[in-house]
């Protein structure tokens, strides 16, 4: 097949780029003034579909039972919360930096939490659920964590008072 051919048509024409000035076509596609303002646009209703879901647990506040639902911000710190769609009444995304041991048994849980239920349990109310679990737990873990520390600081004393620390 020679090179003047391709495909059964044969080769396009180049294109006629006759009376036609580049450097007038990019300055119709860029420019570097401001865009011209306008009018901001009409505020538009909720649609139905992001209507807030109801409280999984009654006469529990927002962050614990009594807690006052305004306070603390639903967007996350730094800013405009980043997203297409609101939190839904009582609802808030967010991401947590955890250990993968941590991530997984956090996923067991839930998942077990859910199939003792019979599965119909949303996994955001199993979720929500062991997390607010946990936080009730905090001091207790607090303590095992402080136990934990103290006794490598005093693994590495022993260490450093032998003198075998680095050698």
């Given at each position: 097949?020679?090179?003047?051919?391709?495909?059964?048509?044969?080769?396009l024409p180049p294109p006629d780029d006759a009376n036609t000035d580049p450097d007038a076509v990019l300055r119709s596609r860029f420019s570097l003034a401001p865009p011209p303002i306008t009018e901001p646009p009409a505020a538009h209703p909720v649609p139905a579909s992001t209507s807030p879901i109801p409280n999984p647990y009654p006469?529990?506040?927002?962050?614990?039972?009594?807690?006052?639902?305004?306070?603390?911000?639903?967007?996350?710190?730094?800013?405009?919360r980043r997203g297409s769609r609101p939190d839904a009444a009582g609802m808030r995304r967010v991401s947590y930096y955890i250990t993968t041991d941590a991530a997984e048994q956090l996923d067991e849980a839930v998942t077990?939490?859910?199939?003792?239920?019979?599965?119909?349990?949303?996994?955001?109310?199993?979720?929500?659920?062991?997390?607010?679990?946990?936080?009730?737990?905090?001091?207790?873990?607090?303590?095992d964590l402080a136990s934990a520390r103290a006794h490598e600081l005093a693994d590495q004393l022993a260490q450093l008072r032998r003198g075998t620390h680095g050698s």
């Open positions: 097949m020679s090179a003047a051919r391709s495909g059964r048509r044969g080769a006469g529990m506040g927002r962050y614990g039972p009594g807690a006052d639902a305004g306070s603390r911000s639903s967007a996350p710190s730094g800013g405009a077990r939490v859910t199939q003792a239920l019979g599965g119909d349990l949303p996994k955001h109310v199993a979720l929500s659920a062991l997390i607010a679990a946990a936080a009730a737990a905090a001091d207790r873990v607090a303590e």
